[in-house]
């Protein structure tokens, strides 16, 4: 089951990226937490974050946005912290920032200046010194978005496993029992494991072409499924799915590594240099 698994954790991650990629999730959510961080909750009529977006250094981190209402604007979904903090110094204290004309800029923000008080105390007149705090706080600060991305994330995934499995009716009771049985379904399934170790699928397109070349028990009939059916099959296909739906959200990584683990101990060596796994969310949303 470990290759079934792992093809259909590839498409749903494939799925989640393809989806966070349309929606712009990550820049949103950077932006988000920025605004978060600089202004709280409250609506300013200024904005510090609107500021500091505009900086050219900001803008040529991110591709223009659809339907933007300039050429040049742009949200990035990640931000080097040394970028970050000389972007919003020259946002606050201008081309040629001192820690005076900051400290003065910030009465205009009061929100931020309570956050970047303690960071001007510790630089004193030194700007780089103040370069270097902020570029600390705002690491520390996206691990705490990571960690948040990322949770959000596996409910994306979640949901996504759900759909694929109710929608493909990947029930892993009926596939189990095919492999156990059949030894035509046992055989395309040890082939593609074979062979799909050093040949990852690439997209949503391959990932289905693969798990169309297993020739598993899948899908719906024309007819309707459920004639005949007693409660007790209904209890088993959804015991089927749940199975299935929680293999899928534990990730394709686990997968390709629990695939590798029975390949060589069914006695068929190493196996070859690990496929690179779906994309993660990346230390910024």
């Known amino acids: 089951m470990s290759v079934v698994y792992w093809f259909l954790s590839l498409l749903a991650s494939f799925v989640h990226e393809a989806s966070a990629t349309v929606l712009a999730s990550r820049s949103k959510t950077l932006r988000r937490a920025i605004e978060r961080l600089l202004e709280g909750d409250a609506t300013k009529t200024e904005s510090l974050t609107k500021k500091l977006y505009s900086h050219s250094l ?13 050429a040049g604007e742009s949200s990035p979904s990640y931000i080097p912290s040394k970028i970050f903090a000389l972007a919003l110094l020259n946002a606050i204290g201008g081309v040629a920032p001192t820690v005076d004309a900051i400290r003065t800029e910030l009465d205009k923000y009061p929100d931020a200046k309570k956050v970047l008080d303690p960071m001007l105390t510790v630089a004193g007149t030194d700007v780089a010194k103040l370069g270097e705090e902020l570029a600390h706080w705002f690491d520390r600060s996206m691990e705490r978005v990571s960690a948040w991305y990322k949770r959000r994330a596996a409910v994306s995934i979640f949901v996504i496993a759900t759909l694929i499995t109710i929608g493909g009716n990947f029930d892993t009771l009926h596939i189990g029992t095919a492999l156990w049985h059949g030894a035509t379904v046992r055989d395309a399934v040890v082939a593609a494991a074979g062979s799909a170790q050093g040949h990852a699928p690439a997209d949503i397109a391959s990932s289905i072409d693969a798990l169309d070349a297993l020739q598993i028990p ?3 009939p024309l007819v309707a499924p459920h004639a005949g059916w007693t409660w007790g099959a209904y209890g088993l296909k959804a015991i089927g799915w749940i199975l299935t739906i929680l293999a899928i ?12 683990k029975v390949s060589q101990f069914g006695g068929n060596g190493t196996a070859p240099d690990r496929a690179p796994p779906p994309a993660v969310p990346p230390k910024q949303p």
Not at 58 to 70: E, M, N, R, S, Y
Not at 249 to 260: E, I, Q, T
Request: without cysteine; proline residues 7%.
């Open 58 to 70: 900001i803008q040529g981190l991110g591709l223009p946005k659809f339907g933007a209402a300039t």
């Open 218 to 220: 899948a899908g719906w």
């Open 249 to 260: 959200s534990v990730g394709a990584p686990f997968w390709f590594d629990m695939l590798s």
